[in-house]
């Protein structure tokens, strides 16, 4: 084993994801996907090359590590990058221990896509050719010498691509999954490639093997692709539906989520080994409720030992987002987010979301990542496309998630202050500059929603210290000041789902959070996403924000019309989970 550089593995907010271990790569790093082989070691294979995303010599490599993602084996070369471009590899490991690599191949070496004016566009060819794969029976230290492609049929969208269906575009990011003696590779068509946004047209699809499990001589897989049709997987409204990931049922169904670009994760259930699906839908936090914001980003769903369920995604889009002159759809990947899923009678109900991994610098673009499971402890990977890394996850965060659909009970750890009304004595927070956090957390019933209304205010006579108060927009806002910087954000506000109601006791957590400087609010047991109304339900601060610390003796609700009762402030970061427990506690 060669030592690779680890970045702070053990720091103490290991959701930074500089305190991840690094995954070789020779410049670019993508899909860095991991299974374990039979000797127990994990093998990641990942799309790799000297240049950026498309450029020539893109390839694919795998590396092994028998320490947990610490450090890692000297690449190895499943296609050369003397060759043409071979991208977007999955792996996928047989009980006999064999492991195969899917991946797309520029079979006929094509140079130039026609019909696209702009030339660095026109360039791109790694997203053609042929669905190739490979194969290794020493748990990737070698790969097999020959080659194979897998058939793929065209539907009539094909012939309308650039090349008139002579070649086809697609590309996969799903991991392959075993499901019923069969395995599934999900991938996307595309079906027009050019400006805007390089895939203008998009869908989704399977390939399935029903021998690949039983069959040694890989040119005697069977393969057909699904869904039946020409329609794949489709966005409910966009004309985007791509990256398509799958997870099985306790039942025996397929869950498959994908991105579209209408702001919105799309999902779709197969009852039916994949021929066919439920009609285009965008994900929701459970049946009929509301869905689940996300950008033109990769979402990744999986189903561990324990029967559960994790999302990760990246928690904002909406419609508001197509009120902007011009949506990125491919920015804000930071932080990414994650939610536990529950199965009940066949469909799956999302927790609501927690902060998995950030970085300091807002406009880092993490995704593609990978789960992996092992020995009780749970790991993920995920790139930004220029350096790849692996990370364990604190498994109280993932068990807070899961935990979110038991009756709930009042977080102890770190609570500080405590009141029921009049005065209380504010704890000393810390200074979020280190990376810690705090939280308020009370009921309150409110008579009406006028703007004005103060729930708390310890500002010194310098502007230190915290306020707490309702906007003209029916919502609250909370407001951080160091003496020196003030920032703050506020809650949604509507009628959707986590707003405020008069003449109701509310249940309110105001996070903030001092690792990605963000402030949330969960109200009711509900996350503030921003709705229909806002790109954002959460918030940055000024990073250069430290201490907020006002005045020790403050009035609750000093001009409010209504009343509080158990307000609690904790001097560290409550998360999401424990202030839906605290909601589902009661008062």
Known sequence: MILLAIAGWGEEDRRNITTGSIIPDEGYSDQPYVVKTADGAWLCVLTTGKGVEGEGGQHVISTRSSDHGRTWSAPVDIEPASGPEASWAVPFRTPSGRVYVFYTYNSRNIRRVPGVAEPAIAARVDTLGAFAFRYSDDGGRTWSPTRYEIPMRKIAADLDNNFGGATVFFWSVGKPLADGGSVYIPFAKVTRWGMPGVLVRSRGFLMRSGNLLTEADPSRFAWEMLPEGDEGLTAPKGPISEETNLTTLSGGGLYAVYRTIDGYLAHAYSEDKGRTWTPPAYATYSPGGRPIKNPRAFSFVRRFSNGKYLLWYHNHGGEAAHLREKWDYYADRNPAWVSGGVERNGRIWWSEPEILLYDDNPKTRMSYPDWIEDGGRFFITETQKTVARVHEVDRKLLEGLWSQFEPGRVAREGLAAEADGGEIEMPALPDLTTRRGFALDFWMRLKELSPGQVILD????????????????????????????????????????????????????????????????????????????????????????????????????PRLFGEVSRFRIYNRLLRTSEAVGNFHAGR
């Open 458 to 557: 310890s500002r010194d006579a310098g502007g230190k210290g915290l306020t707490l108060a309702l906007s003209n927009r029916s919502s609250l806002v909370l407001t951080l000041s160091d003496g020196t910087t003030r920032s703050g954000w506020e809650s949604d506000c509507g009628t959707h789902p986590g707003t405020l109601r008069v003449n109701r006791w509310q249940h309110v957590s105001v996070i903030v959070d001092g690792g990605p400087k963000i402030i949330s609010f969960v109200i009711d047991g509900v996350f503030n996403d921003g709705g229909a109304a806002r790109q954002f339900g959460w918030g940055r601060f000024d990073a250069s924000t430290g201490d907020v610390n006002g005045r020790k003796r403050v009035p609750l609700a």
